[in-house]
């Protein structure tokens, strides 16, 4: 969040928010207005909530009213990147405005013509759909690929993609830690570097055919380049994403032309039924399909451990593959050899040896959970009804490279490396003979006088988790900071987390 330039987190009350009207003196503002206008219109269509949301999403840049059960099963489906507009959302609009303005070409100044409108209808497509980073990112590099195609310029294409990345990067440096921007041109530059080389591989003569197959490289290509980066964001694979992308990719671009076509009309004429009707039953199969493929779970692989150095390590690999392809020595076979080594030792081998025994806190609301981590090994300790689908639990097991997990009651008293630690609990029982805790978990909001347990066991350190009431928290607080205790709340300041 701070590389997003986010530092803080304010919570307020309905009553303390006032909205201020302003009048759309802005580039945003009128793009604003725009956008209202045709959500106004398209909500007199006959559209279902879901193809109005689809059109949203794919049209206008708002993705809020997808439902999450969608977004899942698009996620899983290995098609989650067609619900926001991207690089292949203004790939297809530009193909879509190349074909129509084609026969500028045969006239005098026709190209550069033709290169106006193209530039003018993308970046306006792009304020419509709010300016987020991912549309900037597309529009400024199909725009230098635009540009460069119609000046007939001696430019490499990879050369031309780091010009666009450049110049991002240069306007706005923090793009560099944005997922988006780091996945997009990602799978634009395994496309330019990889595609060729597949399609010096195999391919039909019959043209539809090999449109097909064309399609099928090109998803290929993106999804060697953006692997490494999916398995260490996302930790999971979707392995029908050939299948998925063969489908929905060619209903996209249908349904950009229909949708394009529909905003216009809306906007001069009501659209006829029959357009509106297609739009839809396209949508609707579009998202039957999608689920169908993310119904498969066991063609989709999840909680892959992949840190750091393994991502590292992979692009290493694939740069060297590329190296190797173009020239092949001894020299370069020798590199790629001992990077795939170096893949199998510190991704495979050395988390197994080098990890150690932890002991965390971790944060839920009303509940408490903590994990004992020894090796490979998660032994969790809670109070929930279900571990089912705790978010939290699923993240340190993925980034821990936890193999095996065991479940058990909450304790009394614990031993974490030297130290001895105390749950002290609704009961608020704290004075036990012959216990001298070091730390203090409180937890489930114990009525203690937190002045006098301080006196009584002098610890070094005082806990408390998400279960606690918030009143009490800030009660504790106030006190340790009085008594000048070390302390650690869950709700501020995150999970707790020990390594020994």
Sequence with gaps: MKRQGIFY????????ILAIPQSPKTITGYAETIREVLHKHLEQLPFKVIERAFIKALLLGQRQDISSNVYEAYKKAGAVHILAISG????????????ILKPLLYFR?????????????????????GLSPSVVRAVTMF??????????????????????????????????????????YAAVASIIIIKPILDSWW?????????????????????????????YYFHQFPGLFFVTNMVVVPFLIIILCLGIATLILVVIHKPQEFLVNSLGRLIQFMNRFVEWIASKETFLFEQ???????????????FWVGIFYHKKTFKNLMILGVCILNFQVFVQQLPALTSKNSFVVFHKTRHSVFGFQFNQRLEIHHDLDALNNQRMLEDYKI?????????????????????????????????????????????????????????????????????????YQERWKKTCTTKNIRFHQTSEKGAFLVRY
């Design 203 to 231: 391919h039909f003569k019959n043209r539809i055919f090999n449109w097909f197959l064309d399609l099928l490289k090109v998803s290929i290509a993106a999804q060697i380049g953006v692997l490494p980066l999916s398995l």
């Design 143 to 184: 725009s230098l690929f635009a540009i460069v195609k119609v000046l007939k310029r001696s430019s490499n294409t990879i050369n031309t993609l780091a010009v666009s990345v450049f110049i991002l990067l240069l306007a706005r440096p923090g793009f560099c830690f944005d997922v988006g921007f780091q996945l997009s």
């Design 88 to 99: 292949l959302h203004i790939g297809i609009l530009l193909l879509i405005l190349q074909f």
């Design 109 to 129: 100044h026709g190209k550069f013509v033709s290169l106006v409108i193209i530039l003018c209808v993308l970046w306006s497509f792009a304020i419509i759909a």
């Design 304 to 318: 892959i451990s992949f840190d750091l150095t393994a991502l590292v390590i992979s692009y290493l690999i694939l």
């Design 399 to 471: 980034g821990a490279a936890i193999k095996t997990q065991s479940t058990d009651s909450i304790q009394r008293l614990y031993k974490i490396d030297d130290k001895l630690l105390l749950v002290v609990d609704s009961l608020g029982i704290y004075n036990i003979k012959s216990v001298n805790p070091q730390w203090v978990l409180l937890r489930q909001s114990p009525k203690i006088n937190l002045n006098r347990l301080i006196d009584s066991l002098q610890p070094e350190f005082i806990i408390w988790d998400g279960s606690n009431y918030k009143t």
């Design 9 to 16: 987190q304010v919570f307020l009350k309905d009553q303390a």
